[in-house]
């Protein structure tokens, strides 16, 4: 009887793990050390350790721009947590230690705004705009948008709740288009998977999805695109306790090398 | 256990009082800090909106339907695992368990390469007519796979503790292998079964990576409440922790069921009277 | 029309061969562990020997010699097991329960129900059929599980020692019901009673560490047991050795004694069993003289009431008993690891071949 008793527990316990793994775990920075704060020395450069909030679409392209950063800046140190905007925005309204906001949509940062939690204003550092993501073999033959809306044709896009999602609807308008997607997704991530398993014969989303995937899924760029640009803010977070650091790092984004990074990996200017 | 109860010797020292109430706080505590967010003016229209509903519909469908297959999959396994005796037994046995222990997206990734059109099998069944990517079915095989052992596991025990002594009778009364199933092994371990089942239809209930790595997410077809759940996360809270308090209750609900109806089946025999060696029998048989 | 078994499962050290006549019932006894549930097992077909043979009524139940490998399934053997717990399936009524064995044999409901109430009578449980198991006492539930067992009109009945789980007030009763079911029945039952032995049975055979060791008359095996077990079971003193000229020589031991089943002088050189009643055995301080008596020194090992009296165990593992009055326990202040004299008449000292 008591081992029966043991394994029900046993199952109890997995049960609610199971049940907790429906809330996915957000991101949050492993190591969050106390930003000291520090005047730039006599060469300009600035020291310390800020913590970088930014959307998961940055992930290539600000992992790249931390690493710059440091090696322009010996003392300094870039930590980066990678989520959904509106995470990240609910995690910093909740108190997390950010120290910079990258958000991938003008929303959340008015959010965050409203709230007067950001330092200063934001400023738009770059614009992203939706495009089809095929197969590499594109079963179905897509060429346009219209394409898209063929009956049979597999389709995947974001669920209008995320920013994504509300793209490719003000895309579906701007079209005069009505699609069925098989599925809509929560994550722009979802998207592209279901695409590069060869799940779906194509999914709506960004062109540096697209560029990040490289050769596992092809791009095919449409007019009605220009209809929804994502922007993407920056801004200090109010609470930041390195805003000296916090704006050098902005300031590097916004500036040349950060565009040219941006620009790199499929980012539009502002 | 009983003995305790009865206000016998314990044998619990007191700190542990202290760390046990820790534990259940840290489980109750997020769980009433969840329904103190509840907007509860808007709780109703929340939770009765069509997307809702469909999901809660969908999500009770599926399980339901899951839990069937589990059965129809796991007593069998179950009856191979406890009864049998064969090469491999073992390995078998951590097999079918696996899935308890693994992240499920890491089984919807498996889903997807076995069923998914580019699939071990999708492409065989996409020739026969049948399209797994996207579908309710689809749902229903992610649900069944993360559920499966909990189905095995509670059958396995049940079949265990029973013994094999009642069948053993049946079997030199005359009763062949089928019957001896159908009429002595099934209904001894009904409490477990029925408690596997339940565990299954939880499980399958709070399903989300597998099935959303394997399945998509699509109103009415593919979302399931956890489903919407993270998705109404985006952008209405509100409308997240309402339909999160709903699958907790449903959770709640289902789990203590699972926890009633072996004790229920325990506290029988000595209802009635005196608990004579047949009672003692058949109670240690049954729990 | 006869039932025999010989069978050999190697990993336990068993090997057995054994036949039961029609309407025969044999007792099996042995030590825990002699092999008895082995023996029951492999008939029943619940355990597969290395090797032997088994038939019954004609009908192979397993033929394991080398180059074939017949082997029929338990519920195609006619072997109705009855274990020492009465198993009734607890989630089947009384008269559901007996009607078991017909049903599966392929009756309708109806006539299973109808099988079950007549053997219901036989046991005299008949008002016990709707009820469930778990709400009968131990003795009416192995009544009723005797009715199951008859119900399924087995070739060959095997009860494991059915009287074992029950109380004392119920074991008589049930004693009687076998005695009476098991009359003309061809049945084998494993009992550590020697009342059930001579009550129920017709012959008893003694297993040994996985052999047989004795078999014969109930009666006969009780009166001149050849197996230390079987003289346990009869309540004798026992020594094995060699027969002398006047006796049986075991080790240092010279015993004087008497025989009556071989005509003339003892048979002497060959081996040989002394066998005497504890109650002839007297216990003296000192080594005594006189008549033909048997005379030894032993070391007290155990001291146990018996009876009214108490029981003296000693000598060699306290395999010797005297059973002296609480009185002369007393007088000679007996305590254990005291030297004594074990004396003997030789009148009472049975001495025969083994």
Redesign the interface.
């Known amino acids: 009887m008591s081992t029966r008793k043991h394994a029900r527990y046993a199952l109890i316990a997995a049960l609610l793990l199971g049940l907790a793994a429906c809330a996915p775990a957000s991101t949050t920075p492993t190591a969050s050390q106390p930003a000291t704060s520090q005047s730039p020395d006599a060469t300009g450069q600035v020291s310390g350790t800020i913590t970088v909030f930014a959307a998961a679409s940055l992930k290539a392209t600000f992992t790249q721009l931390a690493s710059d950063f440091e090696a322009k800046n010996p003392g300094a140190k870039i930590l980066l947590s990678f989520a959904g905007s509106s995470d990240l925005a609910t995690q910093i309204t909740q108190g997390a230690p950010a120290d910079v906001f990258a958000s991938a949509d003008t929303k959340n940062m008015t959010r965050l705004a409203d709230t007067k939690l950001l330092d200063g204003t934001a400023k738009n550092f770059a614009t992203n705009v939706l495009e089809i993501a095929v197969p590499p073999s594109n079963p179905a033959s897509i060429a346009s948008f219209v394409d898209l809306a063929r009956p049979g044709v597999k389709v995947v896009v974001c669920a209008s709740q995320v920013p994504c999602g509300a793209a490719a609807d003000t895309v579906e308008k701007a079209a005069g288009v009505t699609l069925s997607p098989v599925s809509e997704e929560s994550s722009v991530t979802d998207v592209l998977g279901k695409v590069t398993s060869g799940e779906a014969d194509a999914g709506l989303v960004y062109v540096t999805d697209v560029i990040g995937a490289g050769d596992k899924v092809k791009g095919i760029p449409f007019d009605e695109s220009g209809k929804a640009v994502n922007t993407y803010p920056i801004a200090t977070v109010g609470s930041s306790r390195n805003k000296e650091l916090a704006a050098a790092f902005i300031a590097m984004v916004t500036g040349p090398d950060g565009q040219k990074t941006l620009s790199d990996a499929g980012f539009g200017a502002p | 256990m009983k003995q305790a109860m009865n206000g016998g010797y314990g044998g619990v020292p007191r700190w542990i009082y202290v760390l046990a109430a820790a534990g259940g706080l840290f489980v109750v505590l997020p769980l009433a800090a969840m329904v103190a967010k509840v907007n509860w003016s808007q709780f109703i229209p929340l939770i009765t909106s069509e997307a809702s509903l469909q999901a809660l519909g969908l999500s009770l469908r599926t399980s339901a339907a899951s839990t069937v297959l589990c059965i129809v999959l796991g007593v069998p396994l179950a009856l191979v695992l406890a009864r049998g005796s064969f090469p491999g037994q073992r390995v078998l046995r951590s097999l079918v368990l696996l899935p308890l222990v693994l992240p499920p997206v890491v089984g919807g990734i498996a889903l997807l390469y076995t069923f998914g059109r580019q699939g071990l099998l999708g492409r065989t069944l996409e020739v026969a007519g049948l399209q797994i990517a996207f579908s309710t079915t689809a749902v229903i095989l992610a649900q069944t796979f993360v559920a499966l052992p909990f189905l095995v596991v509670s059958l396995e025990g049940a079949l265990r503790t029973a013994g094999n002594?009642?069948e053993?009778?049946?079997?030199?009364?005359?009763?062949?292998?089928t019957?001896?199933l159908r009429?002595?092994t099934l209904?001894?371990v009904?409490p477990g079964l029925a408690s596997g089942a339940v565990l299954s239809f939880a499980r399958s209930l709070g399903e989300f990576g597998a099935t959303l790595t394997f399945a998509g997410s699509l109103q009415g077809v593919t979302r399931t409440l956890p489903l919407e759940i993270y998705l109404q996360r985006e952008t209405d809270a509100d409308a997240a922790v309402a339909l999160s308090l709903v699958l907790v209750a449903v959770a709640v609900a289902v789990v203590a069921l699972a926890y009633r109806s072996p004790r229920a089946a325990e506290r029988?025999?000595a209802h009635?009277?005196?608990r004579?060696?047949?009672?003692r029998?058949?109670?240690g048989?049954?729990r | 029309m006869t039932f025999s078994v010989q069978a050999a499962v190697a990993g336990r050290g068993f090997d057995v061969s054994l036949a039961v006549g029609p309407g025969e019932t044999v007792a099996v006894m042995g030590a825990n562990g002699a092999g008895k549930s082995t023996l029951l097992n492999v008939i029943?077909?619940?355990l597969h020997p290395d090797s032997g043979t088994a038939e019954l009524d004609g009908r192979t139940l397993f033929d394991l010699t080398a180059g074939r490998g017949q082997w029929t399934?338990?519920?195609?053997?006619?072997?109705?097991?009855l274990?020492q717990?009465?198993?009734?399936?607890?989630?089947?009524s009384v008269l559901d329960n007996v009607a078991?064995?017909p049903r599966?044999?392929g009756a309708s409901k109806a006539a299973a129900r109808e099988t079950a109430l007549r053997w219901l009578a036989e046991v005299e449980a008949t008002e016990l059929q709707s009820r469930?198991?778990?709400?009968?006492?131990?003795g009416q539930?192995q009544r009723v599980a005797v009715a199951?067992?008859l119900a399924?009109e087995?070739g060959l009945l095997?009860l494991d020692e059915p009287m074992a789980?029950?109380d004392i007030h119920a074991a008589p009763l049930l004693r009687r019901l076998l005695k009476r079911v098991l009359a003309g029945r061809r049945a084998i039952i494993i009992t550590h009673d020697v009342l059930d032995a001579l009550m129920l049975a017709d012959r008893v055979v003694i297993l040994e560490n996985g052999r047989i060791s004795e078999e014969g008359p109930t009666r006969e095996v009780l009166r001149r047991p050849r197996s230390r077990f079987a003289a346990g079971l009869a309540g004798l003193n026992f020594v094995a050795g060699g027969i002398t000229e006047h006796g049986l020589r075991a080790g240092v031991l010279n015993l004087y004694g008497q025989h009556h089943d071989v005509p003339g002088p003892l048979p002497a050189g060959q081996p040989g069993v002394a066998v005497f009643p504890p109650s002839a055995v007297s216990v003296f301080p000192s080594e005594a003289h006189g008549s033909p008596r048997n005379s030894f020194a032993v070391t007290i090992t155990d001291l146990e009431p018996h009876g009214d009296g108490i029981r003296v165990r000693a000598g060699d593992g306290g395999q010797l008993s005297a059973d002296i009055t609480p009185a002369a326990s007393a007088d000679l202040g007996l305590a254990p690891g005291m030297e004594v004299y074990f004396v003997i008449k030789a009148g009472a000292v049975a001495i025969y071949p083994s």
């Open positions: 002594r009642y053993a009778v049946a079997a030199t009364l005359g009763a062949g292998p019957t001896v009429r002595v209904p001894l009904l029988a025999p009635s009277g005196e004579t060696t047949t009672a029998a058949a109670g048989a049954v | 029943a077909g619940l399934a338990p519920h195609r053997r006619g072997t109705a097991l274990a717990e009465p198993l009734l399936f607890p989630h089947l078991f064995g599966s044999a469930r198991p778990a709400e009968l006492s131990g539930a199951r067992a399924a087995p095997l789980a029950l």
